[in-house]
């Protein structure tokens, strides 16, 4: 199996908990992506009726809309019945860090919003603490003086040996804008940043910072797809 239909896998089996009538968040990234291709053949097929999604970014409401899944937003839904998508770190109290696709603040709107959060995963993703695979943890900032922003998050984090750099397009030297206009200032960290909230809360308090990548004590349900099967882990 590869890691793409280990995504497939998990993908499928959260549609399941999909009933028509929902009002789903629609997840961004490889992995979401199969289950809003999921839910779309469901539709086409008659087997789900009466779907409306809520995109958690242009590119998911893009493809959402080639699929013809009926597409809303927060303001005319500001409950959500059920959100799926993928995460790119997940503790075992299934905290999540999000965002290495550059949707985290949308994302966090829309997963904040709803009832049930089900997260979908390789087994790749899963880590012991947030943070300890080196894997950049993203920032939304704003792109007004970020340079005066990432130094005060690396500064935040000087114990955990962290580094802040801003994310750019591989190729090009160009900053990353997200579908809010803003950067992302990526933090690497070399220790563990301990108390998960406090860092929450301290990231938040810097007036240039947007939004971050750990989304805590969010997910009610994260479904594992792995060599020896599927495993879900309730909240
Ligand atoms: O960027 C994001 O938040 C994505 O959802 C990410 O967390 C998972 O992306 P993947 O399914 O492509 O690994």
């Given at each position: 199996?590869?890691?793409?239909?280990?995504k497939?896998?998990?993908?499928?089996?959260?549609?399941?908990?999909?009933?028509?009538?929902?009002?789903?968040?629609?997840?961004?990234?490889?992995?979401?992506?199969?289950?809003?291709?999921?839910?779309?053949?469901?539709?086409?097929?008659?087997?789900?009726?009466?779907?409306?999604?809520i995109?958690?970014?242009?590119?998911?409401?893009?493809?959402?809309?080639?699929?013809?899944?009926?597409?809303?937003?927060?303001?005319?839904?500001?409950?959500?019945?059920?959100?799926?998508?993928?995460?790119d770190?997940?503790?075992?109290?299934?905290?999540?860090?999000?965002?290495?696709?550059?949707?985290?603040l949308?994302?966090?709107?829309?997963?904040?919003?709803?009832?049930?959060?089900?997260?979908?995963v390789?087994?790749?993703?899963?880590?012991?603490?947030?943070?300890?695979?080196?894997?950049?943890?993203?920032?939304?900032?704003?792109?007004?003086?970020?340079?005066?922003?990432?130094?005060?998050?690396?500064?935040?984090?000087?114990?955990?040996?962290?580094?802040?750099?801003?994310?750019?397009?591989?190729?090009?030297?160009?900053?990353?804008?997200?579908?809010?206009?803003?950067?992302?200032?990526?933090?690497?960290?070399e220790r563990?940043?301990?108390?998960?909230?406090?860092?929450?809360?301290?990231?938040?308090?810097?007036?240039?910072?947007?939004?971050?990548?750990?989304?805590?004590?969010?997910?009610?349900?994260?479904?594992?797809?792995?060599?020896?099967?599927?495993?879900?882990?309730?909240?």
């Amino acid at each position: 199996l590869t890691q793409d239909d280990l995504k497939k896998i998990a993908a499928y089996k959260a549609v399941e908990y999909v009933e028509s009538g929902m009002v789903l968040g629609l997840g961004t990234g490889s992995t979401a992506k199969h289950a809003v291709d999921r839910i779309g053949e469901l539709l086409r097929q008659g087997k789900l009726k009466d779907i409306v999604g809520i995109p958690t970014s242009t590119k998911t409401h893009d493809q959402a809309l080639s699929l013809g899944i009926p597409l809303s937003d927060l303001d005319s839904h500001p409950t959500v019945d059920l959100a799926i998508d993928g995460a790119d770190e997940v503790d075992p109290f299934l905290n999540l860090v999000k965002g290495r696709g550059g949707s985290l603040l949308r994302e966090k709107m829309v997963e904040g919003a709803c009832k049930k959060f089900i997260v979908i995963v390789d087994e790749s993703k899963l880590v012991n603490y947030l943070g300890g695979s080196g894997l950049a943890m993203p920032v939304e900032v704003i792109q007004f003086c970020w340079r005066f922003t990432a130094a005060r998050l690396q500064k935040l984090f000087q114990e955990a040996g962290c580094v802040a750099k801003l994310r750019t397009f591989a190729e090009k030297d160009e900053p990353y804008v997200t579908d809010n206009g803003n950067f992302i200032v990526d933090l690497y960290f070399e220790r563990s940043i301990g108390d998960l909230k406090a860092a929450s809360d301290a990231i938040l308090q810097l007036a240039g910072v947007v939004e971050h990548g750990m989304f805590l004590d969010m997910a009610t349900t994260v479904i594992v797809a792995g060599e020896l099967g599927l495993t879900v882990k309730n909240k």
